[in-house]
Nanobody, 123 residues
Framework: VSLAESGGGLVAAGRSLTLSCTIWGLGFSDTAMGWFRQRPGDEREWIAAISRSGKTKTYADSVQGRFTISKDHRRSALLLEINNVEPADTGVYFC?????????????????WGRGTQVVVSA
C-alpha cells in the first residue's frame, strides 16, 4: 500500500490550490480517507475527512468553508481544494487512508499515510 501527495508548492495569498493524493494497493471505494496538516512549529492536525463512498464529508472548524475534500473514483485520487489561500495555510499536507471505518477524524484511526506535500503561501 502506498499513498502519494502532489500539488503543493509556493502560492500567493488569495489564490486557489488543489492537492491530490493517489493511492495504490487498496480498494479506493473501501477506504475512508482524510487530510492532515502540520504547520511550522505545530503538531499535525486533522483538517478534513471523507467516507468510503465519498458522500459524507466533514471538516475541522478552522478550514470549514474554504476547503473542499472529494474523491475522484475514476483516478483513485483524493483531492483537497483550498480557496482563497492564506499565509496561515502554510504547512505540510498529508493524506491518510483506513479500512473498516466509514469515516475517520482522528489520527489514530488511520493506518496508511503519505509522506506529505509542502504548501507555502506568500502574503
Amino acid at each position: 500500500v502506498s499513498l502519494a501527495e502532489s500539488g503543493g508548492g509556493l502560492v500567493a495569498a488569495g489564490r486557489s490550490l488543489t492537492l491530490s493524493c493517489t493511492i495504490w494497493g487498496l480498494g479506493f471505494s473501501d477506504t475512508a480517507m482524510g487530510w492532515f496538516r502540520q504547520r511550522p512549529g505545530d503538531e499535525r492536525e486533522w483538517i478534513a475527512a471523507i467516507s468510503r463512498s465519498g458522500k459524507t464529508k466533514t471538516y475541522a472548524d478552522s478550514v470549514q468553508g474554504r476547503f473542499t475534500i472529494s474523491k475522484d473514483h475514476r483516478r483513485s485520487a483524493l483531492l483537497l481544494e483550498i480557496n482563497n489561500v492564506e499565509p496561515a495555510d502554510t504547512g505540510v499536507y498529508f493524506c491518510a487512508a483506513t479500512l473498516g471505518i466509514m469515516i475517520a477524524t482522528a489520527e489514530k484511526e488511520y493506518s496508511y499515510w503519505g509522506r506529505g506535500t509542502q504548501v507555502v503561501v506568500s502574503a
